[in-house]
């Protein structure tokens, strides 16, 4: 592994399909949603009856709009959609409609932090619409394995396929990028991105050369990946296998590859001279479509503030440091609930709010398997939490009991303080008095302690908290403990 | 023959709303006028006798009423098996949908539904509306009333030899090629196939789309002005459908034709025409300038190249509609009996059961241009060359108001005469083909019937969505000759 990274470039490119969250599809009224009864969301035209007709859903167009326009790449005054041959029970008309010649998009550029905070920048070459096909069902057990079923409910989903320039060179990268994509059509609110019930899906193509070369070797597409980690594990199969075969001088064969989540290999799907003639055409049901400015400008309007915007902005105003900023950015909502929750902070406690977010809540969410918008805690109620240790009336560690009991009934902290009686002991009084008695009790460790032994300090800090329930101001009651030992 | 059968639309609607006459009454005798003709012509696929006459007992209640929807209230019209009408058997003249339902009505049957008139049937055709004679519809030819051993042209061959025997006022045909106009001259009735855009095409079972378009087939001018003002339209469903308003047909139908510059192409006088055609269309030429149409003579000088390009972009396209045809979610299912994979199995078994020689050849060739490594050399270059026939028209009329030809090269030929030979078969859309290319709107008329008693086809093709202009000429023409009046003996 250590020699290969030094003898072969690793070239990848990708090519995304985002599902577009339409209510209905793009060519017809059909419901696009996600989670109906087998072929529950069909009608006439999804299902390719005969003489059935497409109608665009404009819908669909701006939400290509808004990715090229989010992108930078140069949206097309005309564009048309083609057909594209080949059979398929979950193909309805033996063709999906898509476009090939003249795309919406071209162009544009996506960029990305690496783990060492470097920014990539990948081209597009293009963005397309197209129709989704069906689903097929072949393990049910109601079939006894003599034949399949087709669920159309998915067929005339609008997606959107976004292609990378062969400029990606390492698994991770790859990995950053999709990640990327997804931040962004999610910020767009065009798209789930959710890999795992497939409304985001990458094909990718990867092909490895001698370091320095110029041309690119035989390119490998390996299809199936269903989350990130796949995406990232089929591409690092892939970079060794060839690596292999290039070491022993045996060609790389150009190939759709399918990648095996149960044993993390890639499997051959189809070889080049299988590969299909897909006979693409303009459709002629459907007129070219024009695009103009105004509609574009009306579009561009309504994008809201992008990630990297976003990020640069909570670098500048909030001053929390770049890994923050792009943990906290890389989901809107995220960023909104930070952002809802530092209202009304000072500077100085802003780092602190952003540690609780990328740490504890964060976990939280994970845990629950939950989306930020779910989250039990408010911005709000995070944010008293916050002020109620800055102001001293909790101490961090109380604060986490608090945290873990607004997680639980979603509770105000002021009243989980109250009734629980968690405020702090800050009166210097009344700590002066339980640390003396703290002492008295303990004779022995005093002496100990008055001989050197100034380790015991965190045995009486144990000793007094035991006694106030962790209620004890730790900062007051270090003081008062020194101050009484040193007696 | 009764002679209720003989009026026109508008001499039957007249009837219909003083009630002298009522829907049901002629309803029924239509419907006896198929049982004793269509056993030998053999234009109707399906009837829907019961549907029918419950139709038109609801249009004698509207009548009684004084509620009138349309001049097509009560009227007795017939489709062409290629629009998919609820509940009704839609076959296109194919195996492959012969048990085929359609769950929904086409967007023209709707309108005709709205209307008021009486569906009789379904009717015969070349299978999926590829052919000239209606002999390749899979569930056997029609016949011309004319004369019972000729073919009635094709592809609507039914909707034309039902129009000419009587069996129903008027149909609706669909012309891709020439598929309304051809098989209209070879059974002496009037054909129209609007322009490009005029009636929407949704739940017309496609064959090119990019050409494809429904029209009227009727016994006269008027008939066939009152039926394209009823289906005319944009319609939501389908996006190649014009937003132009339609006007009311009718209305200046009778203006006359003084002062209208009428074209001749000189290229459409071709070698091989009929004699007596030829003979026909120069007195045609004649009657327009005693009418006081202005005659020029014009050039159309890429016509040569509409029949290739439709042969390259007609397959083409068709060889991707009928895709769906796999035999998955409905239509005619083979399992296979072959050593392939059981679905690809499936697919040719179902496709190559279900499919008929022409309508093969045209997917093979089709599939054929599309093909990568082929794709430029014939469907691109197709695509350029249709844009010079299109601008031929363009520049003639600049000229001309009108084009004025015959619609086919011959009068309807002898069953089986030309089936084993298709690029014959296929020259006899020569004359009609221009116009679909160029997406224009064209008529057929009757120019009288030769001396071996078969009709006589008259052309006139006008500027996109000139429809009135042409209704204008043809009905003045239609006046002056009255060959319209003649009828078969059947």
Redesign the interface.
Known sequence: MEGKSLKYETVIGLEVHAQLKTKSKIFCGSDASFGANPNEHTC?ID??????????NKKVVESSIKLGLAVGAKISKICRFA?K?Y?Y?DL????QISQYESPICEGGEVSFLTKSNKEITIRLTRIHMEEDAGKLIHDDDSLKNISSL?DFNRAGVPLLEIVSEPELRSPEDAELYARKLRTLVRYLDICDGNMQEGSLRCDANISLRKSGEKSFGSKVEIKNVNSFRSLRKSLEYEEIRQAELLDENQPVIQETRLWDESLDITRNMRTKEYAH?Y???PD????PLEIDKEWISQIEQTLPELPDTKRERFINNYKLPLYDSEVLTSENALANYFEETVKHFELKDIKLASNWIMGDILRLLNEQKISIEESPITPANLAEMISLITDGTISGKIAKEVFTDMAKSGNNPQTIVQEKGLKQISDLDSLEEIVTKVLNKNTEEVQDYKAGKHKLLGFFVGQVMKETQGKANPKSLQEILKKQLSK | MKEILSFSILELSEKLKDRSLSSEELTKTYFERIKETDERVHAYLSILQDDAINTAKIADKNFKKNYISSPLQGIPIAVKDL??MKGTK?T?GSKI?EN?I???D?TVITKLKDAGSVILGKLNMDEFAMGSSCEHSAFGPTHNPWNLEHVPGGSSGGSAASVAAYSCVASLGSDTGGSIRQPAACCGVVGMKPTYGRVS??????F???LDQIGPLTRNVEDCAIILSVISGHD?????SSKKQVPNYLENIDRGIQGMKIGIPDEYFIDGMDPEIKKATNNAIKTMETLGAEIINISLPHTKYALPIYYIIAP??A??N?????G???GMRKESESEYGS??GM?SSSRDTGFGKEVKRRIMLG?YA???GY?DAY?TKALKTRTLVCEDFVNAFKKVDLILSATTPTPAFKLGEKLNDPLNMYLSDILTIPCNIAGLPGISIQNGITSSGLPIGLQLIGKPFSEEEILRGAYAFEKETKFYLKSSSL
């Open positions: 006439t299902l390719g009856l005969p003489g059935v007709l497409p109608v665009l057909r041959h059979f029970p309805p008309k033996g063709y087709v003639d006979r693409y055409f002629p049901d459907l007129v | 629009l998919c839609t296109a949908l085929f359609s769950p929904y086409a095409r949704y739940g017309l079972i496609a090119a789309s990019s939501s469903k389908d996006s190649t083409a396209e060889s991707s009928l895709s769906r045809y796999d998955v979610r409905y679905l690809f697919y599939t599309l093909s990568s794709y469907y």
